[in-house]
């Protein structure tokens, strides 16, 4: 199953689902010629773009709004919170090429503070597929739920079989482990996966959690990877807003003294091939492994 | 004496004209504006400035109904230029949609009446106050009622009022671009033209003119008119709606109260008591210059 695929069938069961965007269609093209009335291409224009997706759900339709992650959550950001998030409206925001995954367009285009800006709005839910499984998987979940919605659109090919069924605020977890545990979300998953391989054979134990949406998120998940010795973040996003942030602001309400190490991005990553704008970000699965080792052997 | 003999002995009086009768409800409702100017102050120069267009939407173009605000097929009405709601709020009191008292709890934290249009109130569509944002939401009801597959709804038609200082905003403007692309009727854009935006003249900060030529390159119908004159107002929406089309319409800011017409200074204005009854009486004589006593 693909996006476009998983998604037709539920424009079938959904009438009140529309297809809306700014000239942004790499996630949608065939889907687009198939869709008639319910695609709507407003052309090169975000505001424009989101303000008339409110007033289709103001009128009783979903509409699933595809544009560039950078431009839709930024440019756009006034009228997502004032004309989504105010009047809590079901429109579905779906970001192309967020974070890491902007790879070779360099910073106009990398959307690493999205999480931050979208998890402020009340009521906003913000999505994080780990690959092209979990984006598909998503899907009925974030549809069925009537809030709004921003989906960071990843397509990677998974990696591992998921577990259970995709919930909304409901994390993953692939294992558990008493030295350290990793948080991670969307692309970088699989660094996180490679990275958990690498310390289990280095006799650690390694836990790793997949969080799947950051608004809502597990809580209960993150209050059980404070019991590991040392809690790793791992983000293709600034380090202050999302999940780190996330962490910080559960430990300190919960009285958690949790040793953190994060792992994100501190500016604007240079520009390249995936895996060398990766590696040179330090976030491919070298680099984190790296890191933990680093910390773990200090701390004996 | 019983009734019939006073509905026999009392001469019929002659039925009120429709421009009067709208006339009339403009003057209470800006009488309305002015009492909440005097609770905690408003945006009296721009409210005033469309009360007259609000009037005729309300009373004479909008398929709309008081008692099921949330009719399926109604017309949807978008305050765009939040600032003026004291307007709607009293025209939307003077068609029936809420009590006049409630006008009066003006910036009372539990009663929603506040600077900017919102949900609370029975009547508005959606709420406003960041400019530039109700012609794309417009845009996308229009859309959707295009889509409709009941007749009634898809033939509802949906206006958005903008100020002219609001033209400032790029938003506007990628509106305006799209919208002819998309729709091929059922849009109306009323531009509330009084020349005036919150410090300085439109002509004076970034300069509008030629507007007309402006929106028609874009692809939309113009109609200009006066936007204080009903029978005038009546013949430029007729114009409108066969495509998706502009009424431009030249406004007085302040209209109504000669202290405040037409001056740069009137934006916000806390009406003290004394300003009040000034205000109150100059409004009274301007009625009375332009339809005599009451008969």
Known sequence: MSYETTLEELMHEHPELMLLTAENRAAIRSLATRAGERFIDVGICEQTLVGVAAGLALSGRVPMVHALAPFLTMRAFEFIRTDVGIPNLPVKLVGFIPGILSDGNGPTHQAIEDVALMRNIPGMRVLCPADEDELCACLPAMIQDRGPAYLRYNQLPARVRHKGDWELGKAEVLQSGRDVCLLSYGALFAQALEATERLDQLGYSVGLVNLRSLAPVDEAALLEAFESKLVVTLEDHFVRGALRSLVCELAVERGANIELLPIGLQSWFRAGHFQAALEHAALDADSIVERIVGRLEEGR | ?295
């Not at chain 2, 000669?258 to 740069?264: A, C, I, K, M, T």
């Open chain 2, 1 to 295: 004496m019983d009734l019939v003999d006073t509905v026999v002995a009392t001469p019929r009086p002659r039925p009120m004209s429709e421009a009067r009768s709208l006339a009339n409800a403009a003057y209470r409702a800006r009488s309305s504006v002015l009492e909440m100017s005097a609770r905690g102050g408003c945006f009296v120069g721009s409210a005033l400035s469309c009360v007259d267009l609000l009037v005729e939407l309300y009373f004479r173009q909008l398929r709309v109904d008081p008692i099921d605000p949330h009719w399926d097929a109604r017309d949807i009405f978008l305050l765009s230029k939040g600032h003026a709601v004291p307007a709607l709020y009293a025209v939307l009191a003077e068609r029936g949609f809420l009590r006049r008292e409630r006008l009066m709890t003006h910036l009372e934290v539990e009663g929603s009446v506040y600077w900017h249009p919102n949900r609370d109130i029975p009547g508005v569509e959606f709420h406003s106050g960041s400019l530039g944002h109700c012609l794309p939401v417009g845009l996308g009801i229009a859309l959707e009622r295009a889509r409709s597959r009941d007749t009634d709804r898809r033939q509802s038609q949906v206006f958005v009022m903008l100020g002219d200082g609001e033209l400032n905003e790029g938003s506007v403007w990628e509106s305006l671009l799209v919208a002819p692309q998309l729709l091929s009727n059922g849009l109306t854009v009323i531009v509330d033209r009084n020349r005036i935006q919150a410090n300085e003249r439109t002509e004076m900060l970034v300069p509008l003119e030629p507007l007309r030529s402006k929106l028609e390159a874009f692809g939309w119908r113009v109609v200009e008119t006066n936007g204080h004159d009903f029978p005038a107002l009546e013949r430029a929406f007729e114009l409108c709606g066969e495509r998706p089309s502009v009424l431009l319409a030249e406004t007085n800011r302040g209209c109504g109260v000669e202290s405040l017409q037409n001056r740069v200074g009137g934006w916000f204005v806390h009406a003290s008591p004394t300003e009040l009854e000034l205000y109150q009486r100059e409004l009274l004589a301007s009625h009375r210059a332009a339809w005599g006593e009451q008969e």
